[in-house]
């Protein structure tokens, strides 16, 4: 790994010096989104360097033997878990407005390269499309489709290289029917395909093929707007899961099995300003996952998220987020999981153009009702700890021109068989978009 970091150090000194010596802020997770700019068409182009001490994220007692690909499991044989990855971005952004309504896309290619674990290669399309609608002065939402491809994660699935192909489309609105009162629907439908050539790739494979679905979510809610612009509201909500797709066999018996499922939510929100530099979001309320052939995997609880901003002066902000929530693990025979965890987005505008970033998070992921479980890899455990950090230096020289770099950490503490894991790493990247303003 010393060998790779080292290989970083000049690019990476390089750009701090840039960013030390510069004297419009742009926040960088918008940087790549059509800006309000009179081209219809905007080319984009994003490279991103990683140097990674255990890139795959191979567990402390894992067998790479398991594995299927002879290249991956020979490497990891001989004691390297270390490797950089070059992720290549091009893409256009698309920009129309006519009258009131406006049109937005973005379709990209992605090419990433490892030079150490070359089998794992690969290049992937996304798009994405939005009509933002206007009719009269009351009513107004959006319309869109999302297509995007993906490796799988290698959180449950390390040293796996499988693919996966997520499709959503979905229409909203809000109505304001008084100046005080407005309610607001959506309907979403999310198709998620493992696809054949992951299912030929093993038992890793196999381990994630139940994950396949499809998900129909209906809401509905209405907010109450104060005086002083901070509202208060409900939201219900219904989910239809369809797992036709998916493999569909219990792992223990190997009789058909049914992961389809419904779920029901009843969340109150509150949107509102503490100061006027402060301001506090918190969303919560009852779930409850009604499962149609295994009961062991129905729930109910109790669940929230809340975020709290604050900026403490024109140039230093402050995000906290928690949450408690109920989450399903579909490869799993059993329900669910609890997911408790606290995270911290400090960051520094230190001049227009220079800002720094951290990312601090700390979550525990519980699943107490695990029975009936198939890990032949004995990567799930049942008390699990995720912590991550991330500090981030921002360079935007030109409206058009982004320059950043970061180091992260990340571990897993767990029960598991296969133990936990622990990451280092560095990252350098680079992103234009012609004509942005």
Not at 348 to 353: D, L, P
Request: charged share 20%; hydrophobic share 40%.
């Amino acid at each position: 790994m010393v060998s790779y970091l080292l290989r970083l150090c000049i690019p990476i000194v390089l750009l701090s010096i840039l960013v030390i010596s510069s004297a419009a802020a742009v926040d960088p997770n918008k940087f790549l989104q059509p800006s309000a700019s009179s081209k219809l068409i905007q080319p984009y182009f994003s490279y991103t360097l990683v140097a990674d001490d255990n890139i795959m994220r191979i567990r402390d007692r894992f067998n790479p033997s398991t594995l299927e690909d002879s290249q991956v499991k020979d490497e990891l044989l001989r004691g390297h878990r270390s490797d950089i990855s070059n992720r290549f971005v091009g893409g256009v952004l698309l920009n129309k407005e006519i009258s009131r309504q406006r049109f937005t896309g973005d379709l990209n290619w992605a090419y990433n390269k490892f030079e150490r674990f070359s089998d794992m290669n690969n290049d992937f399309k996304n798009a994405a499309g939005n009509w933002n609608w206007v009719v009269g002065k009351r009513l107004e939402g959006n319309v869109g489709v999302t297509y995007n491809e993906s490796l799988m994660p290698f959180l449950f699935q390390p040293g796996a290289k499988i693919f996966r192909t997520e499709q959503t489309q979905f229409v909203n609105g809000v109505w304001t029917i008084h100046p005080r009162w407005r309610l607001n629907s959506e309907y979403l439908h999310y198709d998620l395909d493992i696809g054949k050539n992951a299912l030929a790739t093993g038992i890793a494979a196999q381990r994630v093929a139940n994950l396949a679905r499809v998900e129909d979510r209906f809401e509905g809610g209405i907010d109450y707007v104060t005086p002083g612009k901070n509202t208060i509201g409900i939201l219900f909500r219904y989910i239809i899961g369809d797992f036709s797709k998916a493999a569909g066999v219990d792992p223990i018996t190997g009789l058909p099995l049914s992961s389809d499922f419904d779920q029901k939510e009843v969340m109150g929100k509150v949107n509102w300003a503490v100061t006027e530099k402060s301001r506090f979001l918190v969303t919560g309320g009852w779930v409850e996952r009604l499962n149609s052939s295994v009961k062991e995997r129905n729930f109910s609880g109790f669940n929230a998220r809340g975020t709290y901003t604050w900026q403490m002066t024109e140039k230093l902000g402050l995000s906290i987020n928690g949450w408690r929530v109920t989450a399903s693990m579909n490869n799993l025979t059993t329900n669910f999981s609890l997911n408790t965890g606290v995270s911290v987005q400090p960051y520094w505008q230190i001049t227009e153009r220079i800002r720094f970033e951290g990312d601090f998070s700390y979550e525990k992921r519980n699943f107490d009702r695990l029975t009936g479980f198939f890990d032949d890899a004995g990567i799930v455990g049942r008390k699990n700890t995720f912590r991550n950090a991330t500090l981030r230096a921002i360079y935007v020289p030109h409206p058009s021109l982004l320059l950043s770099t970061s180091i992260f950490h990340s571990d897993l503490s767990t029960d598991a068989t296969a133990g936990g894991f622990n990451a280092n790493g560095v990252t350098a990247n680079l992103q234009y978009v012609y004509g942005k303003r």
